[in-house]
């Protein structure tokens, strides 16, 4: 289950968190780690269930490697809720251009790839191309 998470009741990262306490053999992600927030709240509700996952869409890169660090690199997603800015979303310099561009070396090899891609692979059930 995937769902938008933002800075109001209806889609609260807490809200979230509650069905997926109550319904644990159902992953859910967070997009958007709760929109327009400091994410925190996000990251400390995703490291409390091994079913709840985050995604980095319109989430800064250093609350990303926050929530890597907090949550564990198994546990966020990269930007599965693209392209929400249009064609040009991956070439935004404030939350992705930093994603292809360094992050690798702030990451050990095996977080970026959990990150960047092993778990969108892992939770969808998708087919990994050689």
């Known amino acids: 289950m ?3 998470t933002a ?12 069905v997926a306490h109550k319904y644990p053999s159902v992953n859910f992600v967070m997009y958007h780690m709760g929109l327009a ?5 996000a ?3 995703i490291s409390r269930l091994p079913n ?3 995604d ?15 949550c564990g690199s198994k546990k966020i997603l990269f930007g599965t809720d693209n392209p929400i800015a249009g064609p040009d979303t991956y070439g935004d ?4 251009q930093r994603c292809f561009e360094g992050l690798q070396d702030e990451l050990s090899s095996e977080e970026y790839e959990d990150f960047m891609f092993g778990n969108a692979t892992r939770l969808f059930k998708l087919n990994r191309l050689a």
Do not use: C, M
Request: net charge negative.
């Open 56 to 70: 980095n869409s319109w989430v800064t890169p250093d609350k990303t490697i926050q929530a890597i660090r907090t």
């Open 7 to 18: 800075n109001d009741d209806d889609s609260s990262p807490r809200r979230v968190y509650e």
């Open 2 to 4: 995937v769902t938008h």
């Open 93 to 96: 310099p404030v939350f992705y």
């Open 43 to 45: 990251i400390e509700l």
């Open 52 to 54: 709840l996952y985050g």
């Open 37 to 41: 927030t400091d994410n925190q709240e």
